[in-house]
């Protein structure tokens, strides 16, 4: 890659004054340099962004697919969704929008995307909680009795949770899955505030609920 | 903060337990943690029902994903194959719009046109080199570091970027051509200035009107058509960069789905001649 200086007439091009400095050849232009990239840069570009879309998917595969599980779909439906999301993630990047805040954006668009697919298979938005599928998870815990206790304890908080408003539930599953409340926010397109206040309603509702 | 009986608001007991709270306030509320123990325990509380909640909610989640493996090697082979410009599905249909009349009749106009240029660059004054592709080692293509989001909310200009004299003519001299005939030729950027194409001899190449049917009139709608599919966000602009400076035909050929170019294309002119 080089730096050169060259006259403005697109984004990008730096400033010049005219046809005579609309070129790099001539280098007097006072323009600020700007980075051009030739083909191996381009290239570099694209594999880079690939490359940046597959490391996010490994860190967010998981809990984005919790995410959407916990909204009631299938997993099936939740994978598809998620490759969805992350091609559109290799678009959002390459076209130049801003990389701050990507585990946000990446629960933000599976949040909408998981919104249209329930509509469209009506699937029970707030499944039970299948006692079942609990009994095939790992046990890394020596005592069953101990057990037993943690899991009834945490169906009881269930029933409390599925009675909670759609969106309370939403920024509980997102607090419990590592976001912070901004992202919260943002993947659900309200205010910090609201975030603020629809986690320490829903707590209170939890703690309320503990023998 | 400091007496035990005047107790914390249970919001900031929550945005403590959280993170959320503001480090000068979180330093605060800590130092009345420890002397204030209904607090200390209300924070405590409400830490563990979300860990408890958490952890719960983890294992009966877990049990329902499938493995990693297929997804991810679908992820790779997908974003391979958007990476590879894979042409998106929507095509434009002159031939079924409307318009079809003028376009043809454009056509038959270009046609006649194009034959002219032909005839009248033939003459001894200086002759066209039928080079309808940049020779890589002049003209690899050149990009700046512009956004599509940049690009696209530039509207395009009537004329193209202009091109200093001395350079378009050492671009000419490049290719061999020492004098070259006005009106015969575009001096086109490989990659245009509209998808981010630097204004450097790298991403300049004579171009001339007379190499049908791979003329500078296909590639000007190969061009129209890229920006297009990049302002819509249907193609990433780096993709598009890459699709023109390593073989512009072969792209066109890609993203219009035809072998030759169409009719329709022999009268499009976005660029103007060199002169």
Redesign the interface.
């Known amino acids: 890659m080089l730096k050169v200086k060259f006259g403005r007439f697109w984004p990008g091009q730096g400033r010049g004054s005219g046809a005579a400095g609309a070129l790099s050849l001539p280098l007097e232009s006072a323009a600020p340099a700007v980075e051009l990239r030739d083909a191996t840069g381009i290239e570099q570009e694209v594999a880079d962004i690939e490359q940046q879309v597959t490391d996010l998917f490994d860190e967010l595969r998981v809990p984005a697919l919790r995410y959407l599980l916990s909204l009631g779909l299938s997993a099936a439906d939740g994978e598809e969704i998620l490759q969805e999301v992350f091609l559109a993630l290799f678009q959002h990047l390459r076209n130049g929008r801003p990389r701050t805040s990507l585990r946000g954006w990446v629960f933000r668009t599976a949040h909408n995307l998981g919104l249209k697919r329930r509509k469209k298979v009506h699937t029970n938005p707030a499944p039970a909680v299948e006692p079942e599928l609990l009994g095939r998870s790992a046990d890394h815990r020596p005592n069953p009795e101990e057990r037993l206790r943690e899991r009834q304890a945490y169906e009881r908080m269930r029933a409390v949770v599925n009675a909670l408003p759609e969106r309370d539930q939403a920024c509980l599953s997102l607090r419990a899955e590592g976001l912070r409340y901004r992202e919260i926010a943002e993947a659900l397109g309200i205010s910090l505030g609201a975030v603020s206040l629809s986690i320490q309603r829903s707590l209170a509702r939890l703690r309320e609920a503990r023998p | 903060m400091s007496r035990p009986t005047d107790h914390a608001a ?2 900031d007991l ?2 403590l337990a ?1 993170g ?1 709270l503001p480090p000068d306030r979180s330093a605060a509320l800590e130092s009345h943690l420890e002397t204030c123990v209904g607090c200390r325990r209300a924070h405590e ?2 830490r563990a ?2 860990a ?15 493995p ?1 493996g297929p ?2 090697a ?3 082979r ?3 194959e ?2 590879e410009g894979a042409a998106p599905q929507r095509l434009p249909s002159l031939l079924t719009s409307p318009n079809l009349r003028v376009a043809l009749a454009l056509a038959a106009l270009a046609l006649v046109a194009g034959v002219a240029v032909v005839q009248w660059s033939e003459t001894p004054a200086g002759a066209v080199a039928a080079r309808y592709a940049p020779d890589p080692r002049l003209t ?12 696209c ?2 509207p395009v ?1 009537d004329e193209a ?4 004299r ?2 378009a003519v ?1 671009v000419f001299r490049a290719y061999g051509v020492a004098d070259p005939e006005p009106r015969a030729y575009e001096l086109d950027y490989l990659i245009p ?2 998808l ?1 194409g ?5 991403n ?1 190449w004579p171009q001339p009107y007379g190499a049908e049917p791979w003329s500078a009139h296909a590639k000007d709608a190969l061009e129209d058509r890229l920006r297009h599919l ?1 302002c819509q ?1 249907e193609l ?4 598009a ?2 699709d023109l ?2 073989d512009w035909t072969a792209a066109y050929r890609r993203y219009f789905r035809v072998e030759e170019p169409l009719v329709e294309h022999a009268g499009f002119l976005k660029d103007q001649p060199w002169e």
């Open positions: 249970e919001e929550v945005l959280m959320e509380e409400v029902v979300l408890k909640f958490a952890d719960g909610r983890r294992e009966e989640l877990d049990a329902r994903l499938p990693a997804a991810r679908e992820l790779r997908r974003l391979a958007q990476a690899p293509g050149l990009a700046t570091s512009a956004s599509a989001r940049e690009l909310a530039s200009p970027l202009p091109v200093a001395p350079v050492g200035p509209e981010g630097a204004g450097d001899a790298r300049l990049v966000g990433p602009l780096a993709v960069q890459r400076a390593r």
